[in-house]
């Protein structure tokens, strides 16, 4: 685990040489096809010398979620330790990771009705309006939610109307599984049936990340990411609110094609969503129980394969 550009692709696929390991990403950005340069996708000749799984699974068109993470990697995990292998689980999308080891929190289903009616709100009102209604009910959702977010907005609005409770209430309740597994003692969901080493790749020193972040998104350009999202529009029938371009990058490129920023803006904006990105997944990380390894330290990729080896006993 670790926040963007810490390093953690290099990491896995440096163990991957030396040791039975079989890889899954962990990245709701890396599930889409076609998305490459914005997603820092491992390029072929990576993929080639260590596969991925759960990489170009879907079109931009769709979407994807926590639970259908848990159920492909619980399948995944399945199959790679049939093959007397071990999954080693690497990325940066936090909330599969809780969902993997926790399980999955009690939310409602969707209400078809309920939905239709939150639609009607939004068309009228817009989804500011909407916005400002779940602050009421629900402030702690509100507040980390972008106010024109519309499908989470009117999700977690769904959620209070159907339940009666706060999402926000929701999501803290432990899921009724007893513990099983191992892993620095943190609660693990019981059809989680694996001994779990919880690595994950802090930057000692923030401006150092902040450095890469910048140069990383400044290469995505010179790549070409507005002529990929050129591309993607040209191919697929997308709009802004689609998961797809939620991802860093993909919208204010998409502001830039539309005229809303200029190139200076586009690289500022991108920059300072990469930076919000990489403040909420350590945000994240300090919150879970994990053993923590400096990403910017010289030796950190000889600390992560002796932990590795040690673990899986090669």
Do not use: N
């Not at 697929?236 to 809303?260: D, F, I, K, N």
């Amino acid at each position: 685990m670790g926040p963007t550009a810490s390093g953690k692709t290099g990491v896995a696929v440096e163990l991957a040489q030396h040791l039975p390991v079989e890889l899954i990403s962990v990245d709701s950005a890396l599930v889409f096809r076609d998305m490459d340069i914005g997603t820092a996708k491992p390029d072929a000749a990576t993929l080639a010398k260590a596969p991925h799984h759960l990489i170009d699974i879907i079109s931009p068109t769709e979407a994807y979620s926590a639970a259908a993470f848990r159920h492909d990697a619980l399948r995944l995990m399945a199959d790679i330790t049939a093959r007397g292998k071990v999954p080693l689980l690497v990325g940066g999308t936090m909330l599969y990771f809780k969902a993997l080891r926790e399980g999955l929190s009690p939310l409602p289903q969707a209400d078809a009705e309920v939905r239709a009616g939150l639609d009607a709100i939004i068309a009228q009102h817009g989804i500011e309006h909407l916005h400002a209604e779940l602050a009421k009910v629900d402030a702690e959702t509100a507040a980390r939610l972008h106010s024109t977010d519309t499908q989470r907005v009117q999700r977690a609005m769904e959620v209070y109307l159907v339940s009666g409770k706060p999402m926000s209430e929701l999501i803290k309740k432990p899921s009724p599984l007893p513990q099983a597994g191992e892993g620095l003692g943190e609660r693990v969901a019981d059809d989680l049936q694996y001994r779990i080493l919880p690595l994950a790749l802090f930057p000692s020193d923030r401006a150092v990340l902040h450095q890469r972040i910048a140069m990383r998104f400044e290469q995505m350009l010179k790549d070409g990411l507005v002529d990929e999202l050129r591309g993607l529009r040209q191919k697929y029938p997308l709009h802004l609110e689609m998961t797809s371009m939620r991802c860093v990058g993909y919208r204010q490129a998409w502001e830039y094609m539309e005229g809303e920023i200029d190139e200076v803006g586009l690289l500022e904006k991108g920059i300072a969503a990469t930076r919000q990105l990489a403040k909420r997944q350590l945000t994240w990380l300090r919150s879970m129980e994990v053993v923590k390894i400096d990403c910017l330290a010289g030796d950190m990729q000889a600390q992560v394969s002796r932990m590795v080896a040690e673990a899986i006993g090669s």
